[in-house]
């Protein structure tokens, strides 16, 4: 979907759908040259939000991958993420000795995504690196080493290209910000 098709939700577009296909474009290149050699990427999509950058990052890759997902929820307060992790759905893959590459929509406190990485390693992976494409660099609470990133955006609440409020929004092409007559309804 595009913004128009949302009507007025969405407040102000912060990447449009044509920076974003550009920008995967880009990283999918850098990615060519990381991996240069090896034969087994496993790309482990964190669901849901990172259904649209995992298809179309792949559907950019020129070299062989395989894919599989994640689900994880963080305990605690609904909003903010505690950093305390429950896997909801595991890999169906056999991950040691493989090169794993996480794919994330965004990174935002950073502390559901150090565990997945430190999980992940622990099964005996090869390597294990990070490719997300927005973060929030203000939103940061634990030190993460990223490999690639799209761009960096403001703390503020993002929705599209995966993101969801209230599970909406998730198919619109472009990131955005909603309007607050969204969440006064
Ligand atoms: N929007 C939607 N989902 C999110 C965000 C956001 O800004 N940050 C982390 N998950
Ligand atoms: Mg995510």
Sequence with gaps: MNVSDYGEDIAEVLVSAEDIDSRLEEMARELEVMYEGREDLLLVGVLRGAAMVMSNLALKLRIPVTMDWMAVSSYGMSTKSSGVVRILKDLDTDIAGRDVLIVEDIIDSGLTLAWLKANLES?????????????KPDALKVPLDVDIVGFDLPDEFLVGYGLDYAEKYRNLNCVGLLSPHVYSE
């Design 123 to 135: 099964r005996g992976a090869r390597s294990v690196r990070i490719v997300a494409l927005l973060r």
